[in-house]
């Protein structure tokens, strides 16, 4: 797997079906998971180690939406170089597993289509699974992205 640098952006016509990418990593911890669950998902098993214990999770866990907000970081800053951004038209999302806290994330993803706009010849789309893995190997979600990359001349 390759990780490429923040400089070197790719366009449709850069990438191929099978392609991969891998991010760096992110330490998650029970501040985090707490900050977050308190703005944007405040379930005691997000919020509240204690009672936590007594849920589905049998321990505090993060938000399947923090998960999603770190993966999306980890793909923009080291994971997925495409030019234009990672743009979202549309998806697919799986959590697995949960996150807890202590666990180091990173996300690999993988190019499975390329399809160029008939009626856009400027861009086009990509399907890109961006699996997030936690220390243990241990896959937390699973994000199918159908993503708008621009075209341009190959590198």
């Not at 308190?38 to 938000?63: C, I, N, V």
């Not at 010849?121 to 993503?147: C, F, M, W, Y």
């Amino acid at each position: 797997m390759s990780s490429s640098a923040p400089t070197d952006r790719l366009f449709l016509d850069d990438l191929y079906v099978g392609q991969r990418f891998r991010s760096a990593t992110h330490i998650i911890d029970e501040a985090q998971i707490k900050a977050f669950a308190a703005q944007f998902d405040p379930q005691p098993f997000h919020t509240d180690e204690e009672t936590a214990k007594d849920t589905f999770f049998k321990g505090l866990a993060a938000s399947g939406w923090h998960t999603a907000a770190i993966t999306m970081r980890l793909n923009v800053e080291t994971g997925l170089p495409l030019a234009g951004g990672i743009i979202g038209a549309g998806g697919e999302l799986n959590w697995p597993a949960p996150t807890c806290p202590g666990d180091m994330l990173h996300v690999e993803s993988e190019v499975v289509e390329i399809t160029p706009s008939r009626s856009k010849p400027d861009r086009g789309i990509a399907v890109i699974v961006s699996r997030t893995v936690n220390q243990r190997g241990e896959v937390v979600q699973i994000l199918k992205a159908k993503l708008v990359v621009p075209r341009g001349a190959a590198s």
